[in-house]
Structure formats: C-alpha cells, structure tokens
C-alpha cells in the first residue's frame, strides 16, 4: 500500500526558506520521486524530481538555484529545500511517484501516486 504524506508547509517572508518533507511508504526503491506544484485555477507543475539514488535530480527552470531536492533512501523520505523564497514561490505542493527514471521533470500524466499537498506561502 503505497502512501504520501507530505508536511513542512508553513507562511515565510520573501527571502525566507522551508523545508518539506514527503513520508513516501510503500513506494519501490526504482521510483522517480518529485514534487509538484499548483496554485488555483492554474494546471499542476512539475518543481523537482530525483532518480532512486538521488544522485540524478531536475529541476524547473523557475526554482533552479533556489531549491534542492533530496531523498533519503533508506528512510523512503523525499525532500525538498526551498531557500530565496518569492512569493510567485506560493502554491500547494505535492509530493509524487513516478514508475520510472527520471531524467527530467515529467508530465503530469507520468505520475502514479500523489501526496495530499502542503501548502507554502511566501509574503512580500
């Protein structure tokens, strides 16, 4: 049974930096993790991904140099550093598994499983 459980969501000012975290149990050691994001009346966007050894990781062109993505495999935690925070930053954002590598950000329609979400907010 596989299950997302994403937290570390939280409101921070421009410039500021959070941390999520993404519980992924059950998912296969080969998955594609990533996150997405999505922010009301706007489609669901790839953020990040990383390969099963976390050594192979993409990034959107928005969030490069502000953001890293982590995975922790022998825990099955899925992480995401968010740091330069923007308030174009604010979304909901989720976590995902994708059956297979990854060596960009997939689409949409490439994801199996979804987290539930956490919202970020970034404020001027």
């Known amino acids: 049974h596989v299950q997302l459980v994403e937290s570390g969501g939280g409101s921070v000012q421009a410039g500021g930096s959070l941390r999520l975290s993404c519980d992924a149990s059950?998912?296969?050691?080969?998955?594609?993790m990533g996150w997405f994001r999505q922010v009301p009346g706007k489609e669901r966007e790839g953020v990040a991904v990383?390969?099963?050894?976390?050594?192979?990781?993409s990034y959107a062109d928005s969030v490069k140099g502000r953001f890293t993505i982590s995975r922790d495999s022998a825990k099955n935690i899925l992480y995401l550093q968010m740091n330069a925070l923007k308030p174009e930053d604010t979304a909901m954002y989720y976590c995902?598994?994708?059956?297979?590598?990854?060596?960009?950000?997939?689409?949409?329609?490439?994801?199996?499983?979804w987290g539930q979400g956490t919202q970020v907010t970034v404020s001027t």
């Open positions: 059950g998912v296969p050691y080969s998955y594609c």
């Open positions: 995902a598994a994708i059956p297979y590598s990854c060596s960009r950000v997939p689409p949409l329609g490439a994801v199996q499983y």
């Open positions: 990383s390969d099963r050894s976390g050594k192979g990781t």
